[in-house]
């Protein structure tokens, strides 16, 4: 396993949110499903040094990580799309996408290599290479937060709730790209919309009060009765 998380604790405060969760991420792309609430950004900030775990471990390609420094966990290789955007409006794609790889040691020959990965998987971005980003739509601009976290090459890709405020268009192409991605990359991604996510993962996890109520492939969760009931709707 690439990600391996085991028995996470975490909340705020006096405030427990994560209630002994274990996961893990292979060489793959894994869904985080569950209602408004469940935790699941605490899990990523939790893995992410964002948010102190109370305890349990989280290891990632065989070092524990839990506790560390956001930093050094990017530096070790995971690169988190987070819930908010967090772009700089005022700047270019192209000065966006460059400082996602800023910070990378030797980061010059990684970013021209990157950049060409990127603009490969979102062409529109390389269409609108000098327009500043607040100008942008919003799904264009989730292709320019993915193509920055992508710039760091990451072994692993967080997303949370890539679909977000997106029209169903739109959703459905982030997705596909995202699907295109995960043979190379592993990805971990949280979702509402469990239905479109299903076309780009390969296993997923529902979080639901902070413990991991049910784990399945996507085909498995597809046709899983309370997965149906409580996500898919009909
Ligand atoms: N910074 C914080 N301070 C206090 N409580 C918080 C903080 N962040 C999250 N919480 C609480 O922790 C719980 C889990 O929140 P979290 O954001 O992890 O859920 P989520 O599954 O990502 O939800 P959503 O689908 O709405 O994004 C919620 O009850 C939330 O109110
Ligand atoms: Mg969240």
């Known amino acids: 396993m690439i990600l391996d998380v085991k028995k996470l604790e ?5 405030l427990r949110v994560l209630d002994g969760i274990s996961l893990s991420v292979g060489k793959e792309s894994v869904g985080l499903f569950g209602p408004n609430g469940a935790g699941k950004t605490t899990i990523i900030n939790a893995i992410m040094g964002i948010v102190k775990p109370w305890g349990g471990t989280i290891e990632f390609e065989g070092t524990r990580m839990e506790g560390m420094a956001t930093h050094l966990v990017a530096r ?7 819930q908010e955007r967090e772009l700089f409006p005022g700047m270019s794609v ?4 460059e400082l996602g790889a800023a910070w990378v040691p030797r980061g ?3 970013m021209a290599r990157q950049l060409e990965t ?4 979102f062409p529109i971005l390389k269409e609108r290479y000098r327009q500043y980003v607040g100008t942008m739509s919003g799904g264009q601009q989730r292709m320019v937060a993915i193509g920055r976290a992508l710039m ?24 596909d790209r995202l699907a295109l991605l995960k043979k190379d990359i592993s990805i971990l991604v949280t979702e ?9 993962i ?13 784990e399945d492939t996507a085909a498995g969760l597809a046709v899983n009765p309370h997965v149906v009931s409580a996500y898919l709707g009909i």
């Open 76 to 82: 070790a290789g995971i690169a988190l799309v987070p």
């Open 10 to 14: 975490a909340g705020y405060g006096k």
């Open 192 to 200: 509402q919309n469990v239905r479109e996510s299903l076309r780009a």
């Open 152 to 175: 760091a090459n990451p072994a692993l890709l967080i997303l949370d709730e890539p679909s977000l405020g997106l029209q169903p268009s739109i959703v459905a192409e982030v997705f």
């Open 118 to 121: 990127v603009l490969e998987l």
């Open 108 to 110: 010059k020959p990684i």
């Open 94 to 97: 192209a000065d966006n996408l």
């Open 202 to 214: 390969d296993r997923g996890y529902v979080i639901e009060n902070g413990a991991v109520v049910l």
